[in-house]
């Protein structure tokens, strides 16, 4: 089945700087990697996906980048501010077929932003 | 609109109690996941249901672990004779469609969060 491996653990960034957090995933047959944010005693939300017929997307100050050929993809913030605070988790699906599009998740990313 | 809903969002419970998780999907959405997520862990699939059909059930640890959604829109994950390492929070999504080959946005409710001692 699919395996997905999330780096760093944990980050910590002064407001205003940049963040990246990298995704590796085993099964070639994925093409749909979604990103959650969770905030503590909540489910994770979603805030930015991409499918595997697409290299680049951005919304404001989020994007995520996707290399098939690597099985790599990346969550890049923006002029982080505080409210970014969270845990972040990265996953991969072959949509549809005989996985139903279940979700295979990272081990997730502790992202603290120092005011 | 509502979004997807999860009771009790707390549970306490003896080792060897049963019991059982209620989800509430968004109205329309014809698929349904749970997932099980360990303390500092991510999410990890459990089941799915189509409607209510109930597709994949290859994530349940074992066959204390049952779930079911018998009008197509609320589901129930029971669990039996709990054990202390089915202590976790047990989240439920949904998406909108159902149909082979596509991916939909998975909405996730709140989760309950289950000790058991």
């Known amino acids: 089945g699919e395996n997905v491996e999330q780096h760093p653990s944990t980050l910590s960034v002064q407001e205003g700087d940049s963040a990246v957090i990298k995704c590796t995933y085993s099964?070639?047959?994925?093409?749909?990697f979604p990103w959650y944010k969770q905030e503590l005693g909540k489910g994770p939300q979603l805030i930015i996906d991409?499918?595997?017929?697409?290299g680049e997307k951005k919304d404001q100050r989020i994007a995520v980048t996707l290399n098939k050929t690597a099985k790599h993809f990346s969550l890049h913030i923006t002029e982080t501010q505080p409210e970014d605070s969270a845990v972040y988790f990265c996953a991969a699906s072959n949509g549809g077929g005989t996985s139903y599009g279940k979700l295979t998740f990272g081990q997730g990313t502790i992202l603290t932003v120092h005011p | 609109g509502a979004g997807v809903s999860q009771s009790p969002r707390y549970k306490v419970a003896k080792r060897g109690q049963d019991v059982a998780l209620r989800c509430d999907p968004i109205?329309?959405?014809?698929?349904l996941f749970w997932y099980q997520q360990a303390l500092g862990q991510g999410p990890e699939f459990l089941t799915y249901f189509q409607n209510e059909a109930q597709l994949d059930k290859s994530g349940l640890p074992s066959d204390r672990f049952f779930a079911e959604r018998p009008e197509g829109s609320v589901s129930t994950l029971k669990i039996q004779r709990t054990q202390q390492e089915d202590s976790a929070v047990y989240l439920c999504?949904?998406?909108?469609?159902?149909?082979?080959?596509?991916?939909?946005?998975?909405?996730f409710g709140p989760g309950t969060r289950l000790l058991v001692l």
């Open positions: 109205s329309g959405h014809v698929s």
């Open positions: 099964d070639s047959a994925s093409n749909y």
């Open positions: 999504a949904s998406s909108l469609g159902g149909l082979a080959g596509t991916q939909e946005t998975q909405y």
């Open positions: 991409i499918r595997s017929n697409v």
